[in-house]
């Protein structure tokens, strides 16, 4: 099946810090989600960006689907970005997603 | 402000008993997803409905688990009998065309 890894594992940021998160998979994908689990446990969709750039606020997500990589930028970090963020990918019919392992993000004020 | 709800939030059983868990998707949306997050094996995709029909659930232990969705406003996942190894949070989520949006999911812990 398809492999999804995400990099780096862990970070900790000191607050107003920039970050890159990155995602690769391992065959062409139709659909590709950022989401970000905060400490309470939500999983809040933040990104569905199967090609192309997006932006919301201080988040911004860039996909190359040729390469098979994504990447999740955070900018002007802030405590409540804290959490842990994960990529996930559709594999076959729609909907059926594939979870990356997650980067556990720490923002330290 | 549409959201998926699911009850209860937290469930604390001892092995060998039924546990029901239910989703109210959000209105409107026609595909409804189980999925339960451990530490060792992350967020894994149990069971997926759409219209109300079961579209896929090889993720599930056909064994001891079923998902069902009795109407367009409530899907259920019942576990019976209940292992420790169930322990997990179980998410439901609900999607119309491309993005899922993930209710608060129910803690379950089977002692």
């Known amino acids: 099946g398809i492999q999804v890894e995400q990099s780096p594992p862990d970070l900790i940021l000191q607050e107003g810090a920039n970050s890159t998160l990155r995602c690769n998979f391992s065959?062409?994908?139709?659909?590709l989600q950022w989401f970000h689990q905060n400490p309470w446990g939500q999983l809040i969709n933040l990104f569905y960006?199967?090609?192309g750039t997006k932006q919301n606020g201080r988040l911004s997500a860039t996909t190359v689907a040729t390469e098979r990589y994504s990447l999740l930028y955070i900018s002007s970090s802030q405590t409540t970005d804290s959490g842990v963020y994960f990529c996930?990918?559709?594999?076959?019919?729609?909907?059926?997603?594939?979870f990356g392992a997650g980067t556990q993000v720490v923002v330290t004020p | 402000d549409a959201r998926v709800t699911q009850t209860p939030r937290h469930k604390v059983t001892e092995m060998g008993q039924e546990v029901t868990m239910r989703c109210q998707p959000i209105?409107?949306?026609?595909?409804v997803f189980w999925y339960r997050q451990t530490m060792m094996q992350g967020l894994e995709l149990l069971a997926y409905?759409?219209?109300?029909?079961?579209?896929?659930d090889s993720g599930m232990p056909k064994d001891r688990f079923s998902a069902e969705m009795p109407d367009a406003t409530l899907a259920t996942l019942k576990i019976q009998p209940s292992e420790p190894r169930d322990s997990a949070v179980y998410f439901c989520?609900?999607?119309?065309?491309?993005?899922?949006?993930f209710g608060p999911g129910t803690r379950l812990t089977v002692t």
């Open positions: 989520a609900s999607g119309l065309v491309y993005e899922q949006y």
């Open positions: 065959d062409s994908v139709n659909n």
């Open positions: 960006i199967p090609s």
């Open positions: 996930a990918v559709e594999v076959g019919s729609w909907g059926k997603l594939q």
């Open positions: 209105l409107g949306h026609n595909t």
């Open positions: 409905f759409r219209n109300r029909a079961p579209l896929d």
